[in-house]
């Protein structure tokens, strides 16, 4: 792995830190648009794939049969922040499924803001499976596996049917060959396989137009980027990048993080899918990346522009909140970009 | 900043990110023992100098004008965890200054550890200056201003007395000309300056040893070296890598975190100071490179191993608590410092 600089760290006037990187774009024929560092490595996609993983539930019909809403098909597709509305929905997913949040795999975890954690801290409670970033995702394969008519436990086990069937819809969005060997156990305890990310750019090029999908998948791909765009704020939370960029996008975007600098996206309006990953696993860099590449790809309008301004060039603050650096695309990526679009 | 990749993080069998970094060991002579990467770029030594920092504090008889305590001399030292116990030992070097915490200028910071978070939040508080990190740091600064006779106010400022005897002395140490044009913002709002990596090792050759330096400075370097050692816990807290170092090793070794990766460290027996950097700012990289450097440069006890071998392979947990992977050095990392040792 030796790629590109693409994101410094400053203060006052040195470069304190730096993220390397690496990114694709790839569009409906499965050709690179851009690509930049090497995107043929093998990187785990991690959270930045829940939407493709909740594609079996919607295809399935069981989302259907479930009675699932917008806001939480949403939350199978988010790396949420914890708060109540998301804990909450999970709760409800795993009612509509018969089931409760001892049925969750996935392990606990504090929510992410302070507040919400206080939250819990002064009912004396402390967080379970509901309040971890997957819950929804992990009710989505509990409520699969109840329609499929299979054993729940074990369902992230990589030889339950649920995952099988998942790292099948995998398998055919990327036309890689997902195999042992490059399988890990993800933070929330289910499969995760190395896949090149080129392979995966083009899956979401493909999610977000149905171009190369069977009219089944299409419809549940669309169905998924819908309720995504309908309920940004169920697939993060407060002031979290991936609900801002599709509250403020209104339709035109669909983004998503994963743990270790995994960003995934796609751009319905180009047929472009997006993947990239920091090297060193910073979400403070995959941010900046994705939302320079977001920059460089669309015409904005003044709010558009207003918000990727912000994200691409976000301060670094004292504990007094007083500016003392940036973090910022740097000019030989912003010139690589440049070169490799159209 | 082209340094070499020397850290890895897997997941399953797949290297999934990577921490580039550099490394400065450098003998009390100032001769460059070992380099890894380039030692001579400048880069913010943070918090990993704040021994340095205290010297003036001690060489001034200020410490001893104000009956400070080895804990109250290891906090000034320290980025601590802001545990009850460090955040009630500032309030005590306040109230020796005839100061309180509305005197810190450093800004508030929640406790770094949820059970400490929880104390202040059941008892309906927020966190203050006291809970900050540097709390230490800073109340020293207070106490020394204090002593001074100059005012308090601004001694966060880069041409406050205090800030500009601190400047002086890390300028003799280090043997380097601090300028503006170096010089950033830090966290706690003091100024940093970015400092060639061999200088800042130089200086903790120096620090655990007093070769060099004038016997008045000699003197504060090793109480200021004891009280770390006689108090590892007042330096971080509970589970935190410089106090689980400095409590294992028994006086052998001084080591101390910084933020955006920095660490430093001094192994008296050797007259070794140690500064490294991760070029992407993770701690949990800049770790594992100060234990792989320990492992190195020392002979080791049964228990001394034990507590390096823990902290060079750290584990990656699932939020089940199931090992994932691992953080390690790669092996071109400990070829490079197997080859550049005597």
């Given at each position: 792995m030796d790629n590109p600089a693409l994101v410094d760290v400053t203060r006052g006037s040195v470069t304190e830190s730096l993220h390397r990187g690496s990114i694709a774009i790839v569009d409906t024929a499965g050709k690179l648009v851009c690509g930049i560092g090497d995107v043929e490595a093998r990187v785990f996609p991690r959270s930045a794939i829940k939407a493709l993983q909740a594609l079996p539930l919607v295809e399935s019909g069981a989302a259907d049969a479930l009675d699932l809403t917008d806001a939480e098909l949403a939350l199978t597709c988010a790396s949420h922040s914890g708060e109540v509305v998301h804990a909450n929905a999970a709760r409800v997913m795993l009612m509509k499924a018969g089931?409760?949040?001892?049925?969750?795999?996935c392990g606990p975890q504090w929510p992410k803001r302070m507040e919400d954690a206080a939250k819990l801290i002064l009912a004396d409670e402390t967080p379970c499976g509901?309040?971890?970033?997957?819950s929804g995702k992990h009710a989505g394969f509990l409520g699969l596996a109840r329609v499929m008519g299979?054993?729940?436990?074990?369902?992230?086990?990589?030889?339950?049917p649920v995952q099988r069937e998942i790292r099948l819809v995998m398998e055919q969005l990327t036309g890689d060959t997902l195999s042992e060997d490059v399988c890990g156990t993800d933070g929330c305890s289910i499969p995760t396989y190395a896949t090149p990310m080129e392979s995966f750019a083009r899956a979401f090029a493909a999610f977000c137009?149905?171009?190369?999908?069977?009219p089944l998948r299409a419809d549940a791909a669309q169905r998924l980027y819908d309720a995504c765009i309908n309920e940004?704020?169920?697939?993060?939370?407060?002031?979290r990048f991936c609900t801002r960029v599709m509250e403020g996008f209104r339709g035109r975007v669909f983004v998503k993080t994963g743990a270790e600098g995994v960003f995934c996206g796609a751009v319905p309006e180009l047929g472009f899918g997006i993947a990239l990953k920091c090297d060193d696993g910073a979400t403070r860099a995959a941010e900046v990346m994705m939302a320079t590449v977001l920059e460089a790809l669309l015409e904005l309008n003044e709010d558009e522009a207003a918000l990727l301004d912000g994200l691409v060039n976000p301060p670094v603050l004292?504990?007094?909140?007083?500016?003392?650096g940036h973090i910022r695309p740097r000019q030989d990526f912003l010139a690589a970009l440049k070169a490799a679009l159209p």
């Open positions: 089931l409760t949040e001892d049925d969750l795999e509901l309040h971890n970033n997957c299979v054993d729940t436990r074990g369902y992230v086990d990589p030889t339950h137009t149905g171009e190369g999908l069977e940004p704020y169920m697939v993060a939370g407060a002031g004292t504990r007094r909140g007083i500016q003392a």
